[in-house]
């Protein structure tokens, strides 16, 4: 059974820090590229960071370039998510993906995790 579970989300003042977590089990991890995309009350739910089956690749979302940082592990099927310098506009639900085919495409996702919450206050 495949199962995509996040963890580390939370209150965080603007400024502040939060490492977010995903841990999969169920597939061959190393396989899929990871995501996270996050949605925010009342907005679609958008791309966030991809990186490669390997991790020598990574890209953003211009509004989180040089302030987040995903990462990942593939002998602990992890990845994470290191998200500096927050705003108020990062508040969101933050969900974690893995597809084996698309870098970023929503509906090209295979798995989901229930996601995480995010709250940055001004």
């Known amino acids: 059974q495949v199962q995509l579970v996040e963890s580390g989300g939370g209150l965080v003042q603007a400024g502040g820090s939060l490492r977010l977590s995903c841990a999969s089990s169920g597939y061959t991890f190393r396989s899929y590229y990871m995501v996270w995309f996050r949605q925010a009350p009342g907005k679609e739910r958008e791309f966030v960071a991809v990186?490669?089956?390997?991790?020598?690749?990574?890209d953003y979302v211009d509004s989180v370039k040089g302030r987040f940082t995903i990462s990942r592990d593939n002998a602990k099927n992890t990845v994470a998510l290191q998200m500096n310098s927050l705003k108020p506009e990062d508040t969101a639900v933050y969900y974690c993906?893995?597809?084996?085919?698309?870098?970023?495409?929503?509906?090209?996702?295979?798995?989901w995790g229930k996601g995480t919450l995010v709250t940055v206050s001004s």
């Open positions: 993906a893995a597809s084996k085919t698309s870098r970023r495409y929503r509906d090209a996702m295979d798995y």
């Open positions: 990186i490669s089956y390997y991790g020598g690749n990574t």
